[in-house]
């Protein structure tokens, strides 16, 4: 029943995001919500590995890069047509693919940070790639790109990025509710014990890492379309450090979760630098970010919908407490 009703909340808002660009005409507030949702499909993807297996990656933006160079340089280097676009998305499927396959298999054997650092040295390497290849990826400056007609508008663009994490939040549902899903979940818990019980810990984990770097690169084509630009700053820290703060403060194993934390935080960069005109304090934006990412933490430790989540289940375990000792009562007597 709750579900129902979590499924009909999902459509409605769905459906109010998909109307909003008819009824608000605002270039500014379409461009932040695609925004949002680009970092809402990172965000996602890093869950999988985070909230749904128990694994810290400091090495996402590398997948996330891939994506953006793929789409940058057949935009370049050939003419900007859909063909040569839906290539582009085919060849980075491909990549962050085998990419994503082999890194796992170098570092998923290794436990906690070991593999954590691990994941943030190949990273390195794909960002030092990026600069010293400078006769693709023209280094630091990057380049600019044309992009094929129909991404070409803002409003088909807000839509595309709309259904892109539409279909993703639901494949995604569906991927950690199958019985692949719950066998994650059980690593997340306990892995020995998973082992224990005949499971190949090794090759589930490098599914959910095969399965989270492929959406990230999706989401790298989208950050690349939406600035028709690319340099190596796809491949740095922050793109890593934004997913993790997303899927911790929204909460993290929710999916929908990460949505929010995706608002929460492209909409926190907009106001704050806003800020930055009205007074010169705001010019130090990044200190007040921190200020509310402590403040997220502090009054919500689960994240947001993980601490609504179990509110919720508190509620219902007071609710049928009195209703379990009625039954009992009335059955000594």
């Not at 694994?55 to 057949?74: D, L, N, W």
């Not at 409003?155 to 199958?178: A, E, H, P, Q, W």
């Not at 492929?214 to 740095?236: C, E, K, P």
Request: aromatic share 14%; charged share 15%.
């Amino acid at each position: 029943m709750f579900s129902n009703r979590m499924n009909i909340l999902y459509l409605i808002v769905a459906g109010f995001l998909a109307v909003l660009p008819f009824v608000y005409d605002s270039r500014s507030m379409l461009i932040l919500l695609s925004q949002v949702f680009i970092f809402a499909v990172l965000a996602m993807s890093y869950d999988i590995l985070l909230g749904y297996t128990g694994i810290v990656s400091f090495g996402h933006a590398m997948f996330f890069g891939i994506g953006a160079y793929t789409v940058g340089v057949f935009m370049k280097r050939f003419e900007p047509e859909t063909s040569y676009f839906l290539l582009a998305v085919l060849v980075t499927i491909l990549l962050t693919a085998v990419v994503s396959y082999f890194v796992g298999l170098l570092t998923l054997r290794l436990k906690s940070h070991f593999y954590a650092m691990l994941t943030m040295a190949f990273a390195g390497l794909f960002l030092v790639l990026a600069e010293k290849w400078r006769t693709v990826t023209y280094g630091n400056d990057g380049f600019t790109f044309r992009v094929p007609d129909f991404l070409k508008d803002r409003t088909d663009f807000y839509l595309i990025c709309l259904g892109s994490m539409v279909i993703v939040f639901i494949l995604l549902k569906r991927f950690t509710n199958s019985p692949l899903g719950r066998v994650l979940q059980a690593i997340r818990e306990n892995e020995q014990r998973t082992e224990s019980l005949g499971y190949s810990v090794l090759h589930y984990k490098v599914i959910a890492s095969v399965v989270s770097g492929v959406i990230a690169g999706i989401a790298g084509i989208l950050y690349a379309v939406s600035l028709r630009f690319v340099n190596t700053s796809v491949f740095t820290m922050d793109i890593t450090l934004d997913a993790l703060l997303m899927t911790i403060i929204g909460g993290v194993g929710t999916l929908v979760g990460a949505i929010i934390g995706a608002g929460i935080i492209e909409f926190s960069h907009h106001w704050l630098t806003e800020l930055a005109k009205v007074h010169w304090i705001f010019e130090r934006w990044i200190i007040f970010f921190g200020i509310i990412y402590i403040l997220a933490v502090m009054f919500f430790p689960m994240g947001i919908v993980g601490s609504l989540q179990k509110l919720k289940f508190r509620k219902k375990k007071k609710t049928s407490i009195p209703v379990e000792s009625e039954a009992v009562s009335q059955g000594d007597s």
